[in-house]
């Protein structure tokens, strides 16, 4: 069973940082990207924040381009998310998503987190 474990949210005011992980556990052949997605309204669509892929390239949403840091711990299999002066508008559920080739020569999957909330006050 492949899970992805986050951590990290918090309430935090305008202008802080978190910092949030996200393992994956389970037995898995590769992870070909990773990334973190939010919700921040409920019943809304989840948003792209960053993606990053195995070999280090990243992705980001242009309203957090210069402000959140995405990174990978390939033998880890975890991925973080450094946010950095943080508004009241990224306040939201954050999601991890991988896309995950459980054995040699089979498609990858998408996998997502249970979500961790980030709010941010003004």
């Known amino acids: 069973q492949v899970q992805l474990v986050e951590s990290g949210g918090n309430l935090v005011q305008a202008g802080g940082s978190l910092r949030l992980s996200c393992a994956v556990s389970?037995?898995?052949?590769?992870?070909?990207?990773m990334g973190w997605y939010r919700r921040q309204t409920p019943g809304k669509q989840r948003e792209l924040v960053a993606?990053?892929?195995?070999?280090?390239?990243?992705t980001y949403a242009d309203s957090v381009k210069g402000r959140f840091t995405i990174s990978n711990d390939n033998a880890k299999n975890t991925v973080y998310l450094q946010m950095n002066s943080l508004k009241p508008e990224d306040t939201a559920v954050y999601y991890c998503n991988a896309a995950i080739e459980r054995r040699r020569y089979l498609s990858a999957q998408n996998y997502w987190g249970q979500g961790t909330q980030v709010t941010v006050s003004s």
């Open positions: 993606s990053i892929t195995s070999g280090g390239s990243t």
């Open positions: 389970g037995s898995i052949f590769s992870i070909n990207a």
